[in-house]
């Protein structure tokens, strides 16, 4: 048990399919993240929210999309993948922005 | 820029020796370095982490040093079991940039019986 978990855990999806990922923390943090995580490379951040507001987005493609609708809840919704998106996506949370981040096992999700 | 270069990417030693991990990172700012175990099928499990205001920390058979001045730290694992095996991530949170934690590309340990 992390305290922060993800669902689901794997999702193959084609290219046209519009999907969910879930990240539920039970940790009582107040910044979520989320993190792609590819063969070969380092962890990459997606997006940051910080008291549900959004604080960061790295030059994420628009086909992806986070919602975050309470400081226990972050979503990241698919719309039209890429083959390159396939990937281990990650959410992870913290206390605050200068705290340790506590990791999910993440979504190992595969782009037909 | 931002960057934390991570060494070896992979590293294989007996069971009992010691493994150590190194990485260097660009940014003077960076003060908190923590230490991430990824097993597989898992997500990243903070295992240690050190401030600025400290040169080592030690966990049992786990310790992270850092120089500051010459912008590395390194964690070293004594006693190593099979059950260390894993692949190992450091990082650096930039808070001048509103704690962006930056990752290296991590090393695979591989603790052979």
């Known amino acids: 048990e992390t305290g922060v978990t993800q669902t689901p855990r794997h999702l193959v999806m084609g290219m046209t399919n519009k999907k969910s990922l879930k990240c539920e923390q039970h940790?009582?943090?107040?910044?979520m993240y989320w993190y792609k995580q590819s063969a070969k490379k380092p962890l990459e951040l997606m997006f940051v929210y910080n008291f549900k507001e959004q604080t960061e987005n790295n030059s994420v493609p628009s086909r992806f999309s986070p919602e975050c609708p309470n400081s226990s809840h972050l979503f990241l919704h698919l719309h039209t993948l890429q083959p390159e998106d396939s990937a281990l996506y990650l959410c992870a949370s913290s206390q605050d922005r200068e705290q340790p981040q506590h990791f999910g096992d993440g979504t190992r999700l595969s782009i037909l | 820029g931002e960057n934390v270069e991570q060494h070896p990417s992979t590293l294989s030693v007996q069971e009992g020796d010691s493994a150590v991990i190194k990485c260097t990172y660009s940014?003077?700012?960076?003060?908190?370095f923590p230490w991430y175990k990824q097993e597989l099928g898992k997500g990243p499990q903070l295992i240690i982490d050190i401030r600025s205001n400290v040169g080592e920390k030690k966990d049992q058979r786990i310790a992270v040093t850092l120089n500051k001045t010459a912008k590395h730290f390194s964690l070293h694992i004594t006693e190593t079991q099979p059950e260390d095996s894993a692949v190992y991530f450091c990082a650096a949170v930039l808070y001048n940039q509103g704690g962006k934690l930056i990752f290296g590309q991590g090393t695979e340990l591989s603790v052979k019986p």
């Open positions: 940014d003077s700012a960076s003060n908190y």
């Open positions: 940790l009582g943090h107040n910044a």
